[in-house]
């Protein structure tokens, strides 16, 4: 089938099932392009939580399309590619939450990265978004916060909230954390006047290079809004599209590392999938045990108040 036949083929299919598609800058463009919204992870779920649709398609990684069904459990949540997986939402033990909470009691706030299962956020207090980790970590009432799995993100929320004692677990994105400083440096040798914008996903030493950090959607409106020529992005290539799209015309360059990261598990889905998934009604996302998602919700509805 023709890529004109399969977009078409997709917009029928999404009327006749009365379906959104929400997708994640990480998919490829072409995937990008037949999506109803495309956004950072703290977007999408706002959305997941606030649209009308029978059917959602998530265009993204398995923990995105879970949160989704549990903020909004009638709706039926399609995944294209069911075993798109983020390794690191499955990177933290529950004896280490166990072992923190025993030690620190009532002073300790356990904080879940949005990158992880819905049984993982079930053992947290709330849930963050690389958008919001800092204003929700700095606005709880708990000096002691154990922040999982990412240990990048943790970090970096320890430096710009030094009141608080954060601990940190042993798990990050293979991703981000393959950027090394040394690409970062050599980029920054060729490009002298180029701000450095990098996901918090990144290891302390790349962080320390950065001159912006934040999400995937704040890079893009960084860069969007600045006034420089030449850009190091340190992410996943998939926002290209978008900071291409927005600033077309201004002749912006945006630069990333020689080592093109990309992520494998976003790059599974595929338009045929999407139109598999909506034509067949496959790749169906159930709700956890009951216990399980009654907890991993409250953490969910806690950030979206919290991160407002
Ligand atoms: P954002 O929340 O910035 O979209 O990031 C999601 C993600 O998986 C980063 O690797
Ligand atoms: Fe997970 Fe990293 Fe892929 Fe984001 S880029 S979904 S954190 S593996």
Sequence with gaps: ??????????????????????????????????????????ALAKLAATLSCHTL??????????????????????????????????????????????????DLAVVCYVNSTAEVKS?????????????IVRALPQ??????????????????????????????????HNISADEVRSLMAEYPDAPVLAHPECGPEVMALASFAGSTSQIIEKAAASQAHDYIILTVEGVRGELERQTAGSGKRFHFPSTRPLCPDMSRITTEKVAACLREGTGEIGLPPAYIAKAARCTLTRMLELGR
């Design 1 to 42: 089938m023709s890529t004109g036949d399969l977009c078409d083929e997709v917009a029928h299919l999404k009327t006749a099932c009365d379906a959104v598609i929400l997708a994640h800058y990480y998919v490829s463009p072409e995937v990008q392009q037949i999506a109803d919204y495309v956004g950072d992870s703290f």
């Design 57 to 106: 398609v998530f265009a993204g990684v398995r923990f995105m399309a879970e949160s989704a069904k549990l903020l909004s459990p009638e709706k039926t949540v399609l995944m294209p590619d069911q075993t798109a997986d983020c390794p690191m939402a499955h990177m933290v033990k529950q004896e280490t939450v166990a072992a923190a909470r025993a030690q620190y009691g009532e």
């Design 123 to 135: 053992w947290s207090d709330v849930c963050v978004t690389s958008s919001n980790a800092v204003k």
């Design 143 to 176: 000096h002691t916060i154990l922040f999982i799995p990412d240990r990048h993100l943790g970090s970096y929320v320890a430096e710009q909230v030094p009141e608080k004692n954060i601990i940190l677990n042993d798990g990050c994105c293979p991703i981000h």
